[in-house]
């Protein structure tokens, strides 16, 4: 009887795997960078400047960091599927009243909303359950999910740019939020907590805590910062940047398209690569990658190098999040992981939302996106003092143990 359930449990988890790729692809593949398709057609239409329309982005992501602590600390109480089912539904009735929106606070207010709710509701307990699910190979099989996002991000306003030029930017807001709420609803069904197997044998103990959550979450929630700062910026701004440079409309989207399927790539490579070298390891070597790389958007001046280059930056770009999702998992304490994991990704979120903000307000300010690129990999280099910092006393903490 118990074999049987184990096997049962062995296979579930991969339906709950699939289930969460694919909750991440639409949910956040929406509120991190699908709305970069609507800078421009909110621009011409309302004659907003580009920082402002920047700006209802980033306040979608400062409610995915406010909601996802709120929401962290909910799901290590009550079922992660009743979480998921609330973020849904606001997330999908966010979107279709911002089709009807004609002002710039009702903008912040829905998308604060959408992300606080829904993109809250919809990462953190859905990742700390797919942590829950997978004892062994955790690395991979949250690279292999945060894959499903890093799809969603890239195919997300490569569809929503077509959308919007055959129907419009509110029929287009209209028709994503009618489609998040068929995908989104079904899927947070399938979102249940792993069973409590009795064996007859202890349940594997963690390892013990050799630096304590008290000084391992704020340092990691700032490192975080710093990381999310730099890659928020070729997500919101790539698509403008090309527009700008090579007088495209739409097909500005597709450099876009391509990195992130390489970050799917990079995604499922360096979760594999933590369960082999550690996770602090990994975050470190995809971290250099994206940081030394991004600024190299700025020195390209036709389509055909955007497409050569957008997929090289992708790869080590996407193993960022595994890295810090793994860590997050590695460094705390199973009871507290979803909290712990909404605590740090509340401040990857405010580093997504500054990134973005700041991309506009600079592109305002010099009618270039060069100093947007370099504050990238500044950003990108005080995370990786950070995390480098980290692993530093950590290794030292276990030779002394050892």
């Given at each position: 009887?118990?074999?049987q359930?184990?096997?049962?449990?062995?296979?579930?988890?991969?339906?709950?795997?699939?289930?969460?790729?694919?909750?991440?692809?639409?949910?956040?593949?929406?509120?991190?960078?699908?709305?970069?398709?609507?800078?421009?057609?909110?621009?011409?239409?309302?004659?907003w400047?580009?920082a402002?329309?920047?700006?209802?982005?980033?306040?979608?992501?400062?409610?995915?960091?406010?909601?996802?602590?709120?929401?962290?600390?909910?799901?290590?109480?009550?079922?992660?599927?009743?979480?998921?089912?609330?973020?849904?539904?606001?997330?999908?009735f966010?979107?279709?009243?911002?089709?009807?929106?004609?002002?710039?606070?009702?903008?912040?207010?829905?998308?604060?909303?959408?992300?606080?709710?829904?993109?809250?509701?919809?990462?953190?307990p859905?990742i700390?359950?797919?942590?829950?699910?997978f004892?062994?190979?955790?690395?991979?099989?949250?690279?292999?999910?945060?894959?499903?996002?890093?799809?969603?991000q890239g195919?997300?306003?490569?569809?929503?740019?077509?959308l919007?030029?055959?129907?419009?930017?509110?029929?287009?807001?209209?028709?994503?939020?009618?489609?998040?709420?068929?995908?989104?609803?079904?899927?947070?069904?399938?979102?249940?907590?792993?069973?409590?197997?009795?064996t007859?044998?202890?349940?594997?103990?963690?390892?013990?805590?050799?630096?304590?959550?008290?000084?391992?979450?704020?340092?990691?929630?700032?490192?975080?910062?710093?990381?999310?700062?730099?890659?928020?910026?070729?997500?919101?701004?790539?698509?403008?940047?090309i527009?700008?440079v090579?007088?495209?409309?739409?097909?500005?989207?597709?450099?876009?398209?391509?990195m992130l399927?390489?970050?799917?790539?990079g995604?499922?490579?360096?979760?594999?690569?933590a369960?082999?070298?550690?996770p602090?390891?990994?975050?470190?070597?995809?971290?250099?990658?994206?940081?030394?790389?991004?600024?190299?958007?700025?020195?390209?001046?036709?389509?055909?190098?955007?497409w050569?280059?957008?997929?090289?930056?992708?790869?080590?770009?996407?193993?960022?999040?595994?890295?810090?999702?793994?860590?997050?998992?590695a460094?705390?304490?199973?009871?507290?992981?979803?909290?712990?994991?909404?605590?740090?990704?509340?401040?990857?979120?405010?580093?997504?939302?500054?990134?973005?903000?700041?991309?506009?307000?600079?592109?305002?300010?010099?009618?270039?996106?060069?100093?947007?690129?370099?504050?990238?990999?500044?950003?990108?280099?005080i995370?990786?003092?950070?995390?480098?910092?980290?692993?530093?006393?950590?290794?030292?903490?276990?030779?002394?143990t050892a």
């Amino acid at each position: 009887m118990i074999s049987q359930r184990l096997s049962t449990h062995a296979m579930y988890r991969w339906v709950v795997l699939a289930a969460a790729g694919l909750t991440l692809g639409v949910a956040m593949g929406f509120l991190v960078n699908g709305f970069s398709a609507f800078v421009v057609p909110l621009e011409m239409y309302f004659g907003w400047p580009r920082a402002h329309i920047s700006a209802i982005n980033s306040i979608g992501l400062v409610g995915i960091a406010v909601g996802g602590i709120a929401m962290g600390f909910a799901a290590d109480r009550i079922a992660t599927r009743t979480i998921c089912l609330i973020g849904a539904i606001s997330l999908s009735f966010a979107l279709l009243l911002a089709s009807m929106s004609d002002e710039l606070w009702q903008f912040y207010a829905l998308f604060f909303i959408a992300g606080a709710i829904g993109g809250g509701g919809l990462f953190a307990p859905v990742i700390a359950l797919v942590g829950g699910w997978f004892q062994k190979g955790a690395g991979l099989a949250i690279g292999i999910a945060s894959a499903g996002q890093a799809v969603g991000q890239g195919l997300v306003p490569f569809a929503t740019g077509y959308l919007i030029e055959l129907t419009g930017w509110q029929d287009a807001l209209a028709t994503l939020g009618i489609c998040a709420a068929c995908i989104l609803i079904p899927l947070s069904l399938v979102m249940i907590e792993p069973p409590k197997l009795a064996t007859g044998t202890a349940a594997p103990q963690h390892a013990p805590q050799l630096i304590s959550p008290k000084i391992i979450l704020p340092a990691m929630s700032v490192a975080v910062l710093g990381c999310c700062t730099g890659m928020a910026v070729p997500l919101m701004h790539l698509v403008p940047l090309i527009q700008g440079v090579c007088g495209v409309g739409a097909a500005a989207g597709g450099p876009l398209l391509l990195m992130l399927v390489f970050a799917v790539g990079g995604r499922i490579f360096f979760g594999g690569l933590a369960d082999k070298i550690g996770p602090l390891r990994s975050w470190m070597a995809a971290t250099t990658w994206q940081t030394v790389l991004v600024s190299g958007f700025i020195l390209l001046g036709t389509m055909q190098a955007f497409w050569l280059f957008a997929p090289l930056y992708g790869f080590g770009y996407g193993g960022v999040m595994t890295g810090v999702l793994v860590s997050v998992r590695a460094l705390t304490p199973p009871e507290r992981r979803a909290s712990a994991t909404g605590i740090v990704l509340a401040f990857g979120w405010l580093g997504h939302a500054l990134g973005g903000w700041q991309g506009g307000f600079f592109f305002d300010l010099t009618g270039a996106y060069d100093w947007t690129y370099i504050n990238a990999a500044l950003a990108g280099t005080i995370n990786l003092f950070i995390v480098g910092t980290i692993f530093i006393v950590l290794r030292k903490r276990q030779l002394a143990t050892a």
